[in-house]
């Protein structure tokens, strides 16, 4: 099939590449002309595993490239997939001007039927808002379809191509056709691919992650909770993980959920509710406690130093929002060099892939390493901010050589606390007891 792929960030870039994968010819357009250039001569624009590979196979067998000219794309696809940012506009809802602008231009220039797809995570309703705008511009036949994307950064590919669901939102039979055609190679191993009207496919996609993060939350309070009342959220989690109505995953307390989608899809998805009259009360709950849940490994340093960390100075492991990605959005570990920084304290930090990013936006206020051993030299404490599997089994006869202090506040629970009383740490980790 012909495709086109509107926007190539994450969602649009990691959709572009796997749909070229299974033998479709796939154009992906950005209106970022460097990007564009850069992707043309061979450049991967973010962090992906697995995704390099595809990319670059599929440009060498001419199913997959890239333009700023919309109207190229538009005119050979016969699938115009749109995955635009959908940012918090000024009142916290989702911004739609990248999504209707964009269904304007293309609306102009479709001469023959074509199914819209919007990947973007969109309000309830933007479907038929899309619609409208196709109405309002042109007499061509169209049709738009909500497909909302769930792929995980980090696991992006592996869940493009091998997805748990598909999620179809249209009710035209020749829509559902042509979709179900397209998503054939994806499914073949027997997950189902859902079809349902517009609204209830995206909602359905703010429901999974309002859902998600409230299961992060919740363990989040349980693991508070557990290390006033000295318990262990560790046993608590595979004591209630095995109930399969439970299930054992997203159930790993930490520092707060981050990342590009959960905070904002929480808020917009609270917003909506709050302008349909609805009070979406456990929406708000969760928005709160991840706030605070964000200050818990800074608050417990400050009161391992009784308020006084001027002077301190910390290494600082971690700084993507999670594993397996360069992306810093809403990352906990901002928050983090923030307050110690504020405090008066010095960081050096590493990440195997974000600090760049990092780098881009703290500057020289703070420093990096070229591994995560170069952070420890001198400093008194270490903090973990993100589980990146280089950081859970670490040479600790190296590091106890380093630090000037075996103290570490770990907000991602990497280590075992045997093993940690055995080295004679000090080790604060979240929600279970404090090694001291
Ligand atoms: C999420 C959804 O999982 C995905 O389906 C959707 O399409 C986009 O949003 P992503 O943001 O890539 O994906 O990350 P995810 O792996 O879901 O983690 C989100 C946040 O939750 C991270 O900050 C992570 O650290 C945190 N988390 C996750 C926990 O704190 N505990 C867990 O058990 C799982």
Not at 85 to 93: N, V
Not at 164 to 191: C, F, H, W
Not at 283 to 289: G, P, S, T, W, Y
Not at 331 to 353: H, R
């Amino acid at each position: 099939m012909k495709i086109a792929v509107i926007g190539t960030g994450y969602v649009g870039l990691v959709t572009g590449t796997c749909l070229a994968e299974t033998g479709n010819n796939v154009i992906c357009v950005d209106i970022n002309e460097a990007k564009v250039e850069k992707m043309i001569a061979g450049e991967v624009p973010i962090y992906e595993p697995g995704l390099d590979v595809l990319f670059h196979r599929n440009i060498a067998q001419g199913r997959l490239s890239f333009t700023t000219d919309l109207a190229l794309a538009v005119k050979e696809a016969q699938i115009i997939f749109m995955a635009l940012p959908t940012p918090p506009g000024g009142d916290g809802a989702a911004d739609l001007s990248y999504i209707l602008g964009a269904a304007k231009d293309i609306s102009k220039l479709v001469t023959e039927y074509k199914v819209i797809v919007n990947k973007s995570t969109v309000p309830v309703g933007t479907a038929d808002k899309v619609q409208a705008v196709f109405k309002a511009n042109t007499s061509i036949e169209i049709d738009v379809v909500s497909n909302p994307e769930f792929l995980r950064e980090g696991v992006a590919v592996d869940d493009f191509m091998k997805p748990d669901r598909v999620v179809i939102g249209t009710r035209s039979e020749k829509a559902q056709k042509l979709m179900t055609e397209l998503y054939a190679p994806y499914v073949r191993q027997g997950n189902p691919i859902f079809f349902m009207d517009e609204r209830s496919s995206e909602l359905t996609k703010y429901a999974a992650n309002a859902f998600l993060a409230t299961k992060i939350t919740f363990m989040n309070e349980i693991a508070n909770l557990c290390e006033i009342v000295g318990a262990d959220v560790d046993a608590i989690r595979k004591g209630i993980g095995s109930d399969e109505r439970i299930g054992k995953r997203f159930l790993f307390p930490g520092i707060g959920y981050g990342g590009s989608c959960f905070p904002k899809d929480v808020q917009a998805l609270a917003i909506a509710a709050s302008t349909h009259q609805y009070d979406f009360q456990i929406l708000k709950a969760v928005m709160q406690v991840n706030e605070k849940q964000k200050t818990v490994l800074v608050d417990k340093v400050l009161k391992y130093y009784k308020g006084d960390i001027k002077g301190k100075h910390f290494a600082l492991w971690g700084l993507a929002f999670k594993p397996e990605t360069d992306d810093i959005r809403e990352a906990p570990a901002l928050y983090i060099i923030d307050e110690l920084i504020k405090n008066g304290a010095t960081v050096t930090a590493f990440d195997p892939e974000a600090m760049n990013n990092v780098k881009a936006i703290v500057g020289d206020k703070i420093s990096f390493s070229q591994n995560q051993y170069e952070t420890l030299e001198n400093a008194d404490a270490l903090l973990i901010a993100t589980e990146w599997s280089v950081f859970r089994n670490p040479d600790f006869e190296k590091m106890d050589e380093l630090l000037t202090n075996k103290v570490i506040f770990d907000g991602r629970n990497l280590f075992d606390l045997q093993k940690m009383i055995d080295l004679g740490y000090y080790y604060n980790s979240v929600g279970r007891k404090l090694i001291s």
